[in-house]
């Protein structure tokens, strides 16, 4: 078990919280939603208050939850060194998942419980993630994938193609919220997009949050848009209106393949697109299984390189 007392220390510096109370032979401790999910508290995350703390799967006597700052303090009568600690499901997110600890049960002596240490919980949830329509834009240049990707639609064909730059300014919609070029080579078709809208930025879990070049503190985002898919080299079909998602990863700069020395692929960039017509018909896939099944799965890109832009908005 992971000890992070001295780290809440820097975070109710950083934060200006209280320090939990506790008094001898009490156990103590913060609850904090993990914005970058790095199984600390740290510049970012952000308490829980009113989360019930239970002993054996049951609440103490008097129950107990965390305070605004996220704090909480169980005394001594409920706790002989054998017992349970554990999170009250129905007090958290229904999205919540276990950070650190990674499971929602600690026993009294993983705790070292001597003259009131700390237990703390980091949470990871959506409810966390900023809400970033006016925190993160993207451009994008030279962005390529091909078959080694994984990909069905490019095996066999050109490399397909990807730039352009989504919600450029502070403005919501500025120049209809930028515009979104994919050319699908083997599928022959062009997609351009417009009407631009950012739904969120976080942190890939399981990488170093944030990026580079430029310095922003997210290194992933989300955008839908509206548009048009084109055919190309002889696709004699009619221009279509489509609607289109994408998440594409800003995971280190560069973020290709040929230009970084990748642990796994982790540090390449990532993408992920979705264009459906008005009777949502897929038109074009971007998946790293390639298979239309809900989940959002970017895969690796072979060249170009994608990057995180944030505004001094407020």
């Not at 990748?262 to 949502?280: A, K, Q, T």
Request: with cysteine; proline share 6%.
């Amino acid at each position: 078990m992971k000890k992070i007392g001295g780290i809440i220390l820097s975070a109710c510096l950083l934060f200006a919280c209280a320090t939990a109370a506790w008094a001898p032979d009490g156990l103590s401790g913060f609850v904090f939603c993990d914005v970058n999910q790095n199984g600390e508290i740290d510049e970012g995350d952000t308490p829980f208050s009113g989360v019930g703390i239970l002993i054996d799967g049951a609440p103490t006597a008097v129950p107990t939850f965390t305070d605004a700052d996220g704090s909480y303090y169980v005394l001594d009568p409920y706790l002989d060194g054998a017992e349970t600690l554990s999170l009250d499901l129905a007090t958290l997110p229904a999205d919540a998942t276990f950070i650190n600890p990674s499971v929602n049960e600690v026993t009294e002596n993983e705790v070292t419980y001597n003259n009131g240490l700390q237990q703390d919980w980091l949470i990871g949830s959506e409810t966390c993630h900023p809400t970033v329509e006016q925190l993160c834009w993207l451009t994008a240049g030279g962005v390529k994938f091909e078959a080694v990707t994984g990909t069905l639609m490019a095996q066999g064909g050109p490399k397909d193609t990807v730039g352009g730059v989504a919600y450029p300014s502070c403005s919501p919609f500025p120049s209809n919220g930028g515009q979104w070029n994919h050319v699908a080579h083997s599928l022959k078709l062009h997609l351009i997009g417009q009407d631009i809208t950012v739904i969120r930025c976080g942190n890939v879990p399981g990488i170093d949050p944030g990026s580079e070049s430029p310095v922003c503190p997210v290194n992933f985002i989300e955008f839908e848009g509206t548009g048009v898919v084109k055919g190309i080299h002889g696709n004699k079909i009619e221009d279509t209106p489509v609607t289109f998602f994408v998440r594409a990863e800003d995971r280190n700069e560069p973020g290709n393949e040929q230009s970084v020395n990748s642990n796994d692929g982790d540090d390449i960039d990532r993408y992920f697109l979705r264009v459906v017509d008005g009777d949502g018909n897929l038109m074009i896939l971007v998946d790293e299984d390639g298979i239309d099944d809900g989940s959002v799965d970017p895969l690796t890109i072979t060249g170009g390189n994608f990057q995180i832009h944030c505004t001094s908005c407020n």
